[in-house]
């Protein structure tokens, strides 16, 4: 079969679609990706992939979105795929409806978080999931990460050919693991980056924009003797609200600012978090947050807003702590207690680290979309 990966930018494929397009070209399938190029398409192409280039915006440019719609059809036309697989948002949508058009014949959408939830407010989010059930008119498979959205789903009839299937997260067990209490290289890193061995270190890694929760997290740690690193950066096509301001509020702090570090973006994020004691992501909105599984897999505790996708992958109260969004007053007690208590954070993170292994393990889930999708073209190849 002749496989196409779909997202808007090439971030998302280098950092969460590689590994999918590997085992799909393993299996045997011919894969093709296609995003807006950027300077990671270049790495992903180094890895013997043929990436094509759509003019994705992540806006409300109404021609942008037709022009990509119109170039889409074309290379489906040219490339003719067997499937079309389809990554956030806005390139889902005008993913699967160029596929329609252009008579592919089978289209599959993985909802790695509907950008429709709880908190918004309901015009908006009704609007949300209307846009998300024209997309399910062309959709014969649809993907969710997180059981809710699957729920959801089923609820609101977002997939034309009914398949639903909750696939879970995933990330590499080989790459994020403990580290060792004798490891040099976190006790490296520590000393480099001004971390004494007793010194508790907080991690975050996310966009820099205020739905990940940076305000509340910067306000919550003011008062909290930590360090707090920060992992992350803006991305150009990014629309989220600014925490510029935030941020200037911390560098203005002497005693903050000491204790805080912006990274930007690292590809090295399996030896911060084995550096690190506590992870924390304090988040308006999420899918089924990676970054969770990648601290839950390194034996961190966690400490995540009670949202879709974080509560199911933190058991409160026994893999970590889940509080209300956009408290300040929760987060910052939370917090305090896993930095002020050691046996607390290796029992929390032990527990994370076991409950990661057994289910979240990214073999697990590409192993899931490798059947299922191996079934579903069997069936309508036998259909046609």
Sequence with gaps: MKICQLAAVDFTLYHFLLPLMNAMRNHG?????????????????????????????????????????RQLVALFRRERFD???????????????????????MTVYTAHGFYFHEHQYWLIRWLFIALEWIGGRFTDVLFTQAQEDA?????????????????????????????????????????????????????????MVAEKGYPELFEAMAKIDAHLWIVGERLESDHAASIDVA???????????????FFGYRDDVEKLMRAADIFVLPSHREGMP??????????????ATDIRGCREEVIDGE??????????????KALSSLVNESRLRAITGQAGRKRAAALYDEKFVIDRQLQFLTMRSGDQANDA
């Design 29 to 69: 399938y011919e894969v093709v990706g296609v995003c807006a190029k950027g300077p990671l398409a270049t790495k992903i192409e180094e890895q013997g992939f043929q990436i094509e280039n759509i003019d994705f915006r992540r806006n409300y440019d109404l021609v942008s979105h037709v022009r990509a719609y």
């Design 83 to 105: 499937i079309v697989h389809v990554h956030t948002p806005v390139a889902a949508l005008i993913g699967r409806l160029a596929a329609a058009r252009a008579g592919v014949p």
């Design 151 to 207: 729920e959801a789903a089923r609820r609101y009839g977002l997939c034309r050919g009914g398949v639903i299937e909750a696939i879970g997260n995933g990330v590499d067990a080989a790459r994020f693991h403990p580290a060792s209490d004798d490891d040099a290289d976190r006790l490296a890193l520590r000393s480099e980056l001004d971390a004494a061995t007793t010194d508790v270190v907080v991690l975050m890694v996310g966009r």
């Design 247 to 261: 941020i200037e509020k911390v560098t203005a702090d002497p005693a903050q600012s000491s204790r805080t570090k």
């Design 290 to 303: 990676r970054s969770i599984i990648e601290a839950m897999m390194t034996g961190l505790p966690v400490v």
């Design 319 to 332: 893999t970590g702590i889940l509080v209300p969004i956009k408290s300040t007053t929760e987060l910052h």
